[in-house]
């Protein structure tokens, strides 16, 4: 296996990430959706009045469960674009081809895409340490932010990547909010098997439940639905890592085929 050149990836990373910051339709839709995320969350005091790390924790949840949708709609096209006719050939050339190209310019999106939920909870996070004169709400608003939100978004906008590749841009952008509906909430209009409150949700029920103060609704606690703690927090956030890397292998793999 030929190892990533560091220095070819930052760089593909900050073109990317360049590009993204100029289109004006990023910043269209998800502005109006953090907007959105404003109002629900109860900013800047949050929705738990009681608890402040509480407040951050349900705001990080709220804030993957919503803002990854707009980030996976709004990049689910970056590795279908790279099959244009002469691209394989022009990146080929330079030392950002193979994964660390499809890594490149999924990261560098995402990252710029990822500042507006990031900036609400950090900021939450930053006042409610003013207000609480402790630093610990700001500390709770990082992790929030390294181990829900960040994770969760990077997921569903490789999943959504991996879809366009299969599928046509627009049919991948509807499936994407019923599939991360599925996958993070339980609803009892349609009563089928979901990942939802599980370890295997990549919402980020267990890292809010350990290190957020945000109670953990279970059922009889099995492998699926295991007691609340620092093991189960852990191994959910590793599940949703590993899926991600998991899907980016399948996708970058499908890319090279497609091309």
């Known amino acids: 296996m030929m190892r990533v050149p560091a220095p070819a990836l930052r760089a593909t990373i900050r073109y990317e990430a360049i590009l993204t910051a100029r289109h004006r339709i990023v910043w269209l839709s998800l502005i109006p959706l953090c907007v959105l995320i404003l109002l629900l969350s109860g900013f800047p005091n ?24 707009g ?6 096209d970056q590795l279908a674009g790279q099959r244009k006719p002469g691209l394989r050939e022009l990146f080929d050339a330079t030392p950002a081809g193979g994964r660390t190209r499809s890594a490149g310019i999924i990261l560098g999106p ?8 990031g900036l609400v909870l950090l900021v939450m996070g930053a006042w409610l340490s003013v207000t609480a004169s402790s630093a610990r709400p700001l500390g709770a608003a990082v992790i929030g932010l390294m181990t829900i939100v960040l994770p969760g978004s990077l997921l569903l906008t490789m999943l959504a990547n991996v879809a366009s590749l299969l599928l046509p841009g627009a ?81 970058h793999l499908a890319l090279t085929k497609s091309r």
Do not use: C, K, M
């Not at 995402?110 to 939920?117: K, N």
């Not at 979901?194 to 279970?218: E, K, R």
């Open 171 to 251: 049919v991948t952008r509807v499936l994407v909010v019923p599939f991360w509906y599925w996958a993070t909430a339980l609803t009892p209009l349609v009563p089928i098997p979901t990942t939802a409150q599980t370890i295997l949700s990549p919402l980020g029920d267990y890292q809010a439940a350990q290190w957020l103060n945000v109670t953990l609704s279970t059922s009889d606690a099995d492998w699926l639905h295991p007691t609340a703690g620092a093991a189960a927090a852990i191994a959910a956030l590793a599940i949703t890592l590993a899926t991600t890397l998991l899907a980016f292998l399948v996708g």
């Open 110 to 117: 995402w990252l710029v895409a990822s500042i507006p939920g």
């Open 71 to 76: 980030i996976a709609i709004v990049l689910a």
């Open 46 to 69: 949050g929705r738990n009045r009681t608890d402040e790390i509480a407040a951050v924790g349900d705001t990080a949840l709220l804030i993957n469960f919503l803002g990854s949708i």
